[in-house]
């Protein structure tokens, strides 16, 4: 059975800096694609970053240069890291990828 399990996130203030993790478990193979995704109140569910296996990486606009993915192939294990927050970047952070297997969500709150 595939798990996602995500760490790290919480509050900070504007400016500030945050990390998530989402390590996988009962994928025997390497993850090809893996995608972070965010929430916001009232918000449908958007693509922060997604990292393909060889490490290349697509961002979106909104977070390009602040956001940082990376990844262990061998452990599939993933990292988000955050710079420079800002309000707007307050969501529940997902990692997902396949379209059907997701982490439990993470909170990111930035203030003011």
């Known amino acids: 059975q595939v798990r996602l399990v995500q760490s790290g996130g919480g509050l900070v203030q504007t400016g500030g800096s945050l990390s998530l993790s989402c390590a996988v478990s009962?994928?025997?193979?390497?993850?090809?694609?893996m995608g972070w995704y965010r929430q916001a109140p009232g918000k449908e569910r958007e693509l922060v970053v997604r990292?393909?296996?060889?490490?290349?990486?697509y961002y979106s606009d909104a977070v390009k240069g602040r956001f940082t993915a990376s990844r262990d192939n061998d452990k599939n294990l993933f990292w988000l890291q955050m710079i420079n927050l800002k309000p707007e970047d307050t969501a529940v952070y997902y990692c997902?990828?396949?379209?059907?297997?997701w982490g439990q969500g993470t909170q990111v709150t930035v203030s003011s």
């Open positions: 997902g990828y396949g379209g059907i297997h």
């Open positions: 009962g994928h025997a193979l390497t993850i090809q694609n």
């Open positions: 990292i393909r296996r060889d490490g290349d990486t």
